[in-house]
């Protein structure tokens, strides 16, 4: 079964500094990966997602990430944190089996960002 | 409006009771899932649909049973609410297998 670790529990960013947010995945196909941000009491919102092609995707918001094979790493990144970027993120693998998707989790990490 | 809508917004439930939470989406989606987030463990995976009268567990499904008679909605029933059952429920719903997914704005439940 899939399985997604975020490292970081808490990620603490001046406003204008660059973030990184790590997601490794365990999964033995290439995987479907997404990144989702939530706000504090709303739902989910997707932020990019990678499915085959450029290992690098651009998303909303001025975020970008990386898929590395070899590292089994989806990166979320973005070059300029403003303060209206902290919430929660959470990595997310997607494995094809039987026609079904079913995308699991990593535990998220918080993003706090200093004026 | 057109989207993903849950109801109740927050709920307090007493234990042993049954409670169900209501999933509505207007994309008419194939797929549905329920999740629980709770501190620490990120969004856990209850039950999914990939379309109506099919349905499946994922991770964590002892205590809910869940039903799809019509594509577009997916209620979720606590037959005996325990106090671990207390979390924030989420419902989602996607295209298709390979596409992103629409989250509701989640149901605080609290069982006391």
């Known amino acids: 079964a899939q399985s997604v670790t975020q490292p970081d529990i808490h990620i603490t960013v001046s406003e204008g500094a660059s973030l990184e947010l790590r997601c490794n995945y365990s999964?033995?196909?290439?995987?479907?990966l997404f990144w989702y941000v939530q706000s504090p009491g709303q739902g989910l919102q997707l932020l990019l997602k990678?499915?085959?092609?450029?290992?690098l995707v651009q998303g909303i918001k001025g975020f970008e990430a990386e898929f590395k094979r070899s590292q089994s790493s989806f990166n979320l990144r973005k070059p300029s944190v403003h303060w209206s970027d902290a919430a929660e993120y959470f990595c997310?693998?997607?494995?094809?089996?039987?026609?079904?998707?079913?995308?699991?989790f990593g535990r998220g990490t918080s993003l706090i960002v200093h004026p | 409006d057109a989207g993903i809508t849950q109801s109740p917004r927050y709920k307090i439930t007493e234990t042993g009771r049954q409670v169900t939470l209501m999933c509505h989406q207007t994309?008419?989606?194939?797929?549905m899932f329920w999740y629980r987030q709770d501190l620490g463990h990120g969004l856990r995976l209850i039950y999914y649909?990939?379309?109506?009268?099919?349905?499946d567990k994922g991770e964590v499904p002892d205590g809910y049973v869940v039903s799809r008679s019509k594509t577009e909605n997916f209620p979720l029933t606590l037959e005996s609410a325990t106090r671990s059952q207390t979390s924030v429920y989420f419902c989602?719903?996607?295209?298709?297998?390979?596409?992103?997914?629409?989250f509701g704005q989640g149901t605080r439940l609290t069982v006391v």
């Open positions: 990678y499915f085959s092609g450029d290992t």
């Open positions: 994309w008419s989606h194939s797929y």
């Open positions: 649909s990939a379309a109506a009268d099919i349905t």
């Open positions: 999964y033995g196909a290439t995987p479907y």
């Open positions: 997310a693998v997607g494995a094809e089996g039987g026609g079904s998707y079913i995308p699991t």
């Open positions: 989602a719903s996607s295209r298709d297998f390979n596409t992103e997914a629409f």
